[in-house]
């Protein structure tokens, strides 16, 4: 089994930025891809920024420009930096994996982690 843990969130004005990590541990060997998703409240989840295998990214048309993914193999975490935050960015944060392909799909993720909190003010 995969366990993900989340960390990083945190409340912040607008303009800052904030560094969100996942800890991947257990049987990560098939994962594929990773990915952060998140949801506001009253909203339908949805894909941040995703990484695959070979270090191909993805991101939402919404952060692009402001937000990294990245992957540290060795230490099976991936990181999401986040600039210039807006209020728009509010939202539960949540790391999955995927043994597919990697994509910004919800449906393609199986393993989810708890969410860190972000709130942009």
């Known amino acids: 089994h995969v366990q993900l843990v989340e960390s990083g969130g945190d409340s912040v004005q607008a303009g800052g930025s904030l560094r969100l990590s996942c800890q991947a541990s257990?049987?990560?060997?098939?994962?594929?891809?990773m990915g952060w998703f998140r949801q506001a409240p009253g909203k339908e989840r949805e894909g941040v920024a995703a990484i695959g295998a070979g270090d191909a990214t993805v991101y939402a048309d919404s952060v692009k420009g402001r937000v990294t993914i990245s992957r540290d193999k060795a230490k099976k975490t991936v990181n999401l930096q986040m600039n210039n935050l807006n209020p728009g960015d509010t939202g539960m944060y949540y790391c999955?994996?995927?043994?597919?392909?990697?994509?910004?799909?919800?449906?393609?993720?199986?393993?989810w982690g708890q969410g860190t909190q972000v709130t942009v003010s």
């Open positions: 257990g049987d990560t060997l098939m994962i594929s891809c």
């Open positions: 999955a994996s995927s043994l597919g392909p990697c994509t910004g799909r919800v449906g393609d993720f199986l393993k």
